[in-house]
T-cell receptor
Framework: GDSVTQMEGPVTLSEEAFLTINCTYTATGYPSLFWYVQYPGEGLQLLLKATKADDKGSNKGFEATYRKETTSFHLEKGSVQVSDSAVYFCALSPLGGGGADGLTFGKGTHLIIQP | GAGVSQSPSNKVTEKGKDVELRCDPISGHTALYWYRQRLGQGLEFLIYFQGNSAPDKSGLPSDRFSAERTGESVSTLTIQRTQQEDSAVYLC?????????????FGPGTRLTVT
């Protein structure tokens, strides 16, 4: 079945450091890919998405590119802030419908940014 | 506007008892999803409703789990004869099936503890 693997946390960085959180997936067909974020005490929020190969999703300085050849969707940010501290989840929707059906999630990566 | 709401926010129950968890989706959202997040794990998809029908029940872990939805409104997830392994955060999400995007909006979750 479909699966998503993301790097284990916690990941601890200093403010203004470069961030990469790796995510790889296994799926048949052409899934849509997502990054969700959960800030402390809040619900899951969609951070960015990409619905086809080579698409780049971006939001709040974060970016991720849908790489079909490496089945990856790594999350990057050039300069992190303390306010980026949260748990980040990579997810896929199997039917390529942009999230119409049940999502398959990774286990989440806890990011801690120190001032 | 109002987001997805869930109740109760916390529920402690004894093993063997039945529990009902409630989800109020965003008004106008036709699709509704239930997920489960066990400690240290990613989110597991449980069930998806389109209107009040459930085309995908594949994620329900056992016949002790059932869900209903009234029209395009409230949904309840019922767990009968609860077991300790049912302890988790149960998340509900809703989405509007637009032509190109089906972003899922998540509620804050119900934390279920089975003692």
């Amino acid at each position: 079945g479909d699966s998503v693997t993301q790097m284990e946390g916690p990941v601890t960085l200093s403010e203004e450091a470069f961030l990469t959180i790796n995510c790889t997936y296994t799926a048949t067909g052409y899934p849509s890919l997502f990054w969700y974020v959960q800030y402390p005490g809040e619900g899951l929020q969609l951070l960015l998405k990409a619905t086809k190969a080579d698409d780049k999703g971006s939001n709040k300085g974060f970016e991720a590119t849908y790489r079909k050849e490496t089945t990856s969707f790594h999350l990057e940010k050039g300069s992190v802030q303390v306010s980026d501290s949260a748990v980040y989840f990579c997810a896929l929707s199997p039917l390529g419908g942009g999230g119409a059906d049940g999502l398959t999630f990774g286990k989440g990566t806890h990011l801690i940014i120190q001032p | 506007g109002a987001g997805v709401s869930q109740s109760p926010s916390n529920k402690v129950t004894e093993k063997g008892k039945d529990v009902e968890l409630r989800c109020d989706p965003i008004s106008g959202h036709t699709a509704l999803y239930w997920y489960r997040q066990r400690l240290g794990q990613g989110l597991e998809f449980l069930i998806y409703f389109q209107g009040n029908s459930a085309p995908d029940k594949s994620g329900l872990p056992s016949d002790r789990f059932s869900a209903e939805r009234t029209g395009e409104s409230v949904s309840t997830l019922t767990i009968q004869r609860t077991q300790q392994e049912d302890s988790a955060v149960y998340l509900c999400a809703s989405s509007f099936r637009g032509w190109d995007t089906y972003e899922q909006y998540f509620g804050p979750g119900t934390r279920l503890t089975v003692t």
